[in-house]
């Protein structure tokens, strides 16, 4: 397995925040705090880039992250 400590998107230099999971043959897509033993493609994305990911017409996107980043959300207060 490779491991990166910087994002994959071309042109991003953003430290790793995420794990992304490829499973073409169930059209999901997995994102996770850490590179996980599943079998697919897997790319480390920073928190921008995981944040706006989008999947492709008809893929599952399942976010399994624990930790996820909160400086891109609005704190609790300013959302109602
Ligand atoms: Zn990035």
């Not at 042109?11 to 897509?29: F, H, P, S």
């Not at 897997?42 to 399942?62: D, E, F, K, N, Y």
Request: charge should be positive; glycine fraction near 8%; charged fraction near 25%.
């Amino acid at each position: 397995m490779m491991r990166r400590a910087l994002c994959a998107r071309p042109g991003c230099q953003g430290q790793t925040a995420a794990w992304l999971t490829y499973d073409y043959a169930g059209q999901r897509v997995w994102l996770d705090d850490a590179p996980s033993d599943a079998a697919g493609d897997q790319w480390s994305l920073c928190a921008g880039h995981a944040g706006r990911l989008r999947v492709p017409q008809g893929w599952t996107r399942v976010d399994r992250r624990v930790a996820r980043p909160s400086r891109f959300e609005p704190p609790e207060a300013l959302v109602s």
